[in-house]
Nanobody
Framework: QLQASGGGLVQAGGSLRLSCETS????????MGWYCQTPGKERELVAT??????TDYADSVKGRFAISGDARNAVYLQMNSLKVEDTAIYYC??????????WGQGTQVTVSS
Protein backbone atom coordinates (compact mmCIF):
# COMPACT_ATOMS: atom_id res chain seq x y z
CA GLN A 1 0.00 0.00 0.00
CA LEU A 2 1.02 3.59 -0.60
CA GLN A 3 0.24 6.40 1.81
CA ALA A 4 0.51 9.87 0.35
CA SER A 5 0.39 13.18 2.19
CA GLY A 6 1.41 16.80 1.94
CA GLY A 7 -1.03 18.40 -0.45
CA GLY A 8 -2.75 21.66 0.29
CA LEU A 9 -3.48 25.20 -0.76
CA VAL A 10 -0.62 27.54 -1.57
CA GLN A 11 -0.17 30.82 -3.40
CA ALA A 12 1.61 30.96 -6.72
CA GLY A 13 5.35 31.01 -6.15
CA GLY A 14 5.07 29.01 -2.98
CA SER A 15 6.24 25.52 -2.11
CA LEU A 16 4.81 22.21 -1.00
CA ARG A 17 6.37 18.86 -0.18
CA LEU A 18 4.54 15.64 -0.94
CA SER A 19 5.39 12.41 0.82
CA CYS A 20 4.61 8.81 -0.10
CA GLU A 21 5.50 5.83 2.02
CA THR A 22 5.01 2.16 1.31
CA SER A 23 3.64 -0.36 3.75
CA UNK A 24 3.39 -4.10 3.61
CA UNK A 25 5.47 -6.09 1.19
CA UNK A 26 7.96 -3.98 -0.77
CA UNK A 27 9.28 -6.96 -2.69
CA UNK A 28 10.14 -6.17 -6.25
CA UNK A 29 9.49 -2.43 -6.18
CA UNK A 30 11.91 -0.81 -8.61
CA UNK A 31 10.35 2.57 -9.28
CA MET A 32 8.24 5.12 -7.41
CA GLY A 33 6.93 8.44 -8.51
CA TRP A 34 4.21 11.01 -8.79
CA TYR A 35 1.51 11.55 -11.37
CA CYS A 36 -1.11 14.28 -11.52
CA GLN A 37 -4.61 14.50 -12.88
CA THR A 38 -7.03 17.35 -13.57
CA PRO A 39 -10.71 17.02 -14.46
CA GLY A 40 -11.27 15.67 -17.95
CA LYS A 41 -7.64 14.74 -18.47
CA GLU A 42 -5.69 11.55 -18.13
CA ARG A 43 -3.26 11.01 -15.32
CA GLU A 44 0.19 12.16 -16.39
CA LEU A 45 3.74 11.80 -15.20
CA VAL A 46 5.21 14.44 -12.92
CA ALA A 47 8.39 12.76 -11.70
CA THR A 48 9.68 9.27 -11.08
CA UNK A 49 12.69 7.76 -9.39
CA UNK A 50 14.16 4.33 -9.98
CA UNK A 51 15.83 2.25 -7.27
CA UNK A 52 19.05 2.73 -9.24
CA UNK A 53 18.75 6.46 -8.57
CA UNK A 54 17.72 7.57 -12.03
CA THR A 55 14.98 10.17 -12.27
CA ASP A 56 12.60 11.47 -14.90
CA TYR A 57 10.63 14.71 -14.87
CA ALA A 58 7.86 16.19 -16.96
CA ASP A 59 9.22 19.13 -18.95
CA SER A 60 6.77 21.45 -17.22
CA VAL A 61 8.30 20.85 -13.78
CA LYS A 62 12.00 20.60 -14.57
CA GLY A 63 13.96 23.04 -12.46
CA ARG A 64 11.06 23.55 -10.06
CA PHE A 65 10.27 20.12 -8.64
CA ALA A 66 12.67 17.60 -7.14
CA ILE A 67 11.98 13.96 -6.36
CA SER A 68 13.91 12.20 -3.62
CA GLY A 69 13.79 9.08 -1.50
CA ASP A 70 14.89 5.52 -2.05
CA ALA A 71 12.20 4.49 -4.54
CA ARG A 72 11.34 1.47 -2.46
CA ASN A 73 10.25 2.59 1.00
CA ALA A 74 9.42 6.22 0.41
CA VAL A 75 9.51 8.97 -2.18
CA TYR A 76 9.12 12.70 -1.77
CA LEU A 77 8.33 15.53 -4.14
CA GLN A 78 9.59 19.00 -3.31
CA MET A 79 7.51 21.43 -5.31
CA ASN A 80 8.92 24.94 -5.60
CA SER A 81 7.87 28.00 -7.60
CA LEU A 82 4.39 26.56 -7.88
CA LYS A 83 2.16 27.81 -10.67
CA VAL A 84 -1.61 27.93 -10.95
CA GLU A 85 -1.37 25.30 -13.67
CA ASP A 86 0.22 22.88 -11.19
CA THR A 87 -3.19 22.58 -9.53
CA ALA A 88 -4.21 18.93 -9.69
CA ILE A 89 -4.69 15.78 -7.69
CA TYR A 90 -1.31 14.17 -7.23
CA TYR A 91 -1.03 10.38 -7.02
CA CYS A 92 1.85 8.34 -5.73
CA UNK A 93 2.78 5.39 -7.90
CA UNK A 94 4.97 2.35 -7.43
CA UNK A 95 6.02 -0.20 -10.02
CA UNK A 96 7.16 -3.67 -9.05
CA UNK A 97 8.29 -6.83 -10.77
CA UNK A 98 5.46 -8.99 -12.06
CA UNK A 99 4.64 -6.51 -13.43
CA UNK A 100 2.57 -4.88 -10.73
CA UNK A 101 1.52 -1.26 -10.34
CA UNK A 102 0.29 0.36 -7.16
CA TRP A 103 -1.45 3.69 -6.64
CA GLY A 104 -1.84 5.70 -3.49
CA GLN A 105 -4.83 7.82 -2.68
CA GLY A 106 -4.67 11.19 -4.35
CA THR A 107 -3.66 14.34 -2.57
CA GLN A 108 -5.03 17.67 -3.75
CA VAL A 109 -2.63 20.46 -4.62
CA THR A 110 -4.25 23.81 -5.24
CA VAL A 111 -2.21 26.84 -6.30
CA SER A 112 -3.99 30.19 -6.13
CA SER A 113 -3.04 33.30 -8.09
Amino acid sequence: QLQASGGGLVQAGGSLRLSCETSGSRFGIYEMGWYCQTPGKERELVATMRSSGGTDYADSVKGRFAISGDARNAVYLQMNSLKVEDTAIYYCNAKALGPRTFWGQGTQVTVSS
